[in-house]
């Protein structure tokens, strides 16, 4: 038969050992989510200067482009007057820009 005082031994290592996995698990999730969570920040901040800047220009894009649309169908229109016409036309090509264009040049490899 076995001793009381060792049965009592293994209950309490065994009750302790319940207790230390019940904590041990909300730990390891709570540090797989935290890192997690930091990713997902860099990530987020990442998309937010780096990407929405260009979505931005492709919005630019649409609406000069629906711009250009619109002042197509314009000039489309059978009773049209040269006045009309001269202003649909400018809406299609837009004053040059106040700065002036340089040409491209490559870069020299040293």
């Not at 001793?3 to 797989?32: R, T």
């Not at 106040?98 to 490559?106: E, G, M």
Request: glycine share 8%; proline share 9%.
């Amino acid at each position: 038969m076995k001793n009381c005082a060792q049965c009592d031994f293994y209950q309490s290592v065994k009750v302790l050992g319940a207790f230390g996995v019940a904590i041990a698990v909300p730990v390891v999730v709570g540090v797989v989510g935290y890192f997690g969570i930091a990713r997902v920040s860099d990530l987020a901040d990442e998309t937010a200067k780096m990407r929405l800047p260009s979505i931005e220009n492709l919005l630019v894009v649409r609406e000069a482009h629906t711009a250009v649309k619109a002042a197509e169908r314009g000039l489309l229109l059978p009773g049209i007057t040269g006045a009309q016409r001269q202003h649909e036309l400018r809406q299609i090509r837009p004053p040059a820009p106040p700065w002036p264009r340089r040409p491209w040049k490559p870069t020299s490899r040293r």
